[in-house]
């Protein structure tokens, strides 16, 4: 499965970023996706997952009412809708696909990884 994520850019600190993820040649409905994000330096994190399941999806506090995952089937996409953006929200992003039905937060549920699209918070 290749994923691709797309969306990634410069934004003012208070402002909006919608990341997509699709996968390549697979239904997105079959895997629980998640977003990672890595700042220069530090382990990447994890940032939040959508599960196969059609369940609750996750978050890390971090982004707890800012951030929103959500799944369009139709357009076999996952979106990430970020909202009131802070400079340390800056990070590559990654999203990744697994097989779990529970939307978890290590790296090593996910067996599949895109290329990351960079997000830079910056006045």
């Known amino acids: 499965v290749q994923l691709q994520a797309f969306g990634g850019g410069l934004v003012q600190p208070g402002g909006s970023l919608t990341l997509s993820c699709a996968p390549s040649?697979?239904?997105?409905?079959?895997?629980?996706i998640a977003w990672f994000r890595q700042a220069p330096g530090k382990e990447r994190e994890f940032v939040s997952a959508?599960?196969?399941?059609?369940?609750?999806?996750s978050y890390a506090d971090s982004v707890k009412g800012r951030f929103t995952i959500s799944r369009d089937n139709a357009k076999n996409t996952v979106f990430l809708k970020m909202n009131s953006l802070k400079p340390e929200d800056t990070a590559v992003y990654y999203c990744?696909?697994?097989?779990?039905?529970?939307?978890?937060?290590?790296?090593?549920?996910?067996?599949?990884w895109g290329q990351g699209t960079q997000v830079t918070v910056s006045s």
């Open positions: 990744a696909a697994g097989s779990s039905w529970f939307p978890g937060d290590k790296l090593f549920l996910y067996d599949y």
């Open positions: 959508i599960s196969r399941s059609g369940g609750p999806p």
């Open positions: 040649g697979r239904t997105v409905s079959t895997y629980t």
